[in-house]
DNA sequence: GCGACCCTTCGGCACCCGGCGAAGGATCTC
DNA sequence: GAGATCCTTCGCCGGGTGCCGAAGGGTCGC
């Protein structure tokens, strides 16, 4: 196949790369990073193509290890392969040139402007919302990032305090950074940062909005950022880059 | 270009795993990842292609950001734009299928042994060696890998008591876990990491081997790894599992 | 200045790949 | 069973892309 001369056997990252490299399929792969199954039609849709074409790409999504399927009665759903996949998608949305167009629709840009705010991120909370709770977590003492990110005792703690359970030790990482893509600044990610935003959802937290990405802070929510880490309303809507860090980028 | 549905303006994934979705480009950025820069006709020649074909792809590659150049006279020097290019290119290579196809040709085959036993990994060692010389600092509680990776007190000290300087404190992380695609377990990167391969270098414990990545462990080398880390021949050359960590991988 | 060397530009070629619609299983609803 | 819905297979088309070799410009050494 690859008639190149010192094939010594080593990772085929073309075949990966490729998978990716298509708009189509990158728009897929964005649309499903919110962690949740969807169906082939539902992505042929999301992604603005024939559900002929979706089908072809799924099928090669699926086969690259990048998504898996499970199929029921006549619906087949779809969703990332697993944390690992949706990392290398994050890292790579996180790194890659943003398109400069600019919304036309209005509202295109309103949707736009609600993920920017907050969405999921796979499994954690990404946007503003999810940069200015890892930052006051750091303020706080919960986080500390001299060398890459650790949860620090105290952070230990206040995960029991607001009733947050931190996830049985996997091989996961508990404590992740994750480069987002709007606010160009880590937050948090890793068995930690889901538990976050679990407890989020199920304690009435946020709520998704619409059938996307998008989430949005409730009241209740709002309190209890207060109340556990201090965060007044604006400092939330405005992405306070007060405590943050210098990257946590990857290498 | 796109005719998506759905552009909300957000980050062009494809763009940039288009970059690394032809096999000649990617063996470009695999053969760059030792951290070194080399000229475009060093390049085409690794790949496998004619130099103007390499010449059209290097284009392309540092348009997209992901190599830097710098022209000497007639030269052309390329490499990698920097550590959170290699780390992306790492994490990618990790994560992709390996080629199935051993190596044909005996050369081919002990070029290949040669970089499975140690090579360097951008500014840092991989292979064998480089897991071995990490399992050997987490066993000796240099590193602790419970929330991430972390150098510990003791860490800092043995950098000192081994004459090895930790880099400035930049936005670079200190510490990070780079998953090694031969052995498929971490080994340790970062600022610290660099450090570590730069003196493995300046003292005389590692030479490289013939012009690639591979390098190899000296004499002296291997008795500073028994003073300093207790590594014995057998665990180095084994890559002997013991003290090794459930993944640190990427989620 | 002359040749050697490194790199680049430019056609031309071949191939791959993504798109669609039509037709056809498969499954659920009525 | 009839009809709607979801998905898939297939053939076809068009455009994009990687490859090369030939020719040319820049730079170095003698």
């Known amino acids: 196949m690859n008639r190149h001369a010192e094939d010594t056997g080593g990772p085929d990252l073309a075949a990966l790369a490729g998978l990716l490299a298509d708009g189509t399929r990158a ?47 006549r619906h087949r759903y779809l969703r990332l392969a697993g944390p690992d996949t949706a990392a290398l ?78 996830p049985p030790a996997t091989g996961r990482p508990l404590v992740r950074s994750c480069l987002d893509w709007t606010e160009r600044r880590p937050h948090l990610a890793g068995g930690i940062g889901a538990a ?20 949005a802070l409730t009241g209740t929510g709002e309190q209890a950022l207060h109340d556990h880490l201090g965060l007044t309303a604006g400092q939330i809507r405005s992405g306070d880059p007060a405590g943050s860090e210098l990257s946590a980028r990857s290498a």
């Not at 199954?37 to 990048?66: I, K, Y």
């Not at 400069?100 to 736009?112: C, D, F, K, N």
């Not at 976050?196 to 989430?215: K, L, M, P």
């Open 89 to 166: 998608i994050e890292n790579l949305a996180a790194m890659a040139p943003h398109r400069t167009t600019p919304p036309r629709s209005l509202p295109a840009a309103s949707r736009r402007r609600a993920l920017e705010r907050g969405r999921t991120c796979y499994d954690h909370l990404a946007g503003t919302l999810g940069v200015a709770i890892t930052d006051a977590m750091t303020r706080r003492g919960l986080l500390d990032w001299t060398h890459g990110v650790v949860l620090t005792e105290r952070g230990t703690g206040w995960l029991r305090e607001a009733g947050i359970e931190p």
């Open 196 to 215: 976050v935003c679990r407890h989020a959802f199920d304690a009435g937290w946020i709520t998704r909005i619409g059938t996307g990405r998008a989430v």
């Open 27 to 73: 728009s897929i792969c964005l649309a499903l990073l919110d962690g949740r199954a969807w169906t082939a039609s539902e992505l042929a849709r999301m992604a603005g193509v024939a559900p002929s074409t979706a089908t072809e790409h799924l099928n090669l999504l699926v086969a690259g290890g990048l998504l898996t399927q499970e199929r029921q009665g």
